[in-house]
Nanobody, 123 residues
Framework: VQLQASGGGLVQAGGSLRLSCAASRRPFSRFFMAWFRQGPGKEREGVACVAHDDGSTLHTNTVKGRFTVSRNNAENTVYLQMDNLKPEDTAVYYC?????????????????WGQGTQLTVSS
């Protein structure tokens, strides 16, 4: 399965942006789709994930209340709505698939990765 992320760009602090990630096909019967990010000089960190079947979500604490992950099962697509953006959100954002039922935001547990999309938030 291939993942195609899009929607990154340059935005001012306080602004909003939505990222999209489309899977080339439905890879498994049950799985999670997630967003990760890697800022300059930082390790890759989990941002949010959503279960394909019931839509349950998990957001990391640093984005709770500002970011919302969602999915469109018919199109095998996951979204990340980002509001009230901050300069520290600047990073390359990646989407990925976890082919299990156990929710996780650990990058080492994700099997399929898309290419990154750059988000830059100016102050």
């Amino acid at each position: 399965v291939q993942l195609q992320a899009s929607g990154g760009g340059l935005v001012q602090a306080g602004g909003s942006l939505r990222l999209s990630c489309a899977a080339s096909r439905r890879p498994f019967s049950r799985f999670f789709m997630a967003w990760f990010r890697q800022g300059p000089g930082k390790e890759r960190e989990g941002v949010a994930c959503v279960a394909h079947d019931d839509g349950s979500t998990l957001h990391t604490n640093t984005v709770k209340g500002r970011f919302t992950v969602s999915r469109n099962n018919a199109e095998n697509t996951v979204y990340l709505q980002m509001d009230n953006l901050k300069p520290e959100d600047t990073a390359v954002y990646y989407c990925a698939i976890l082919p299990t039922l156990m929710v996780s935001l650990r990058p080492d547990r994700y099997t399929y990765w898309g290419q990154g999309t750059q988000l830059t938030v100016s102050s």
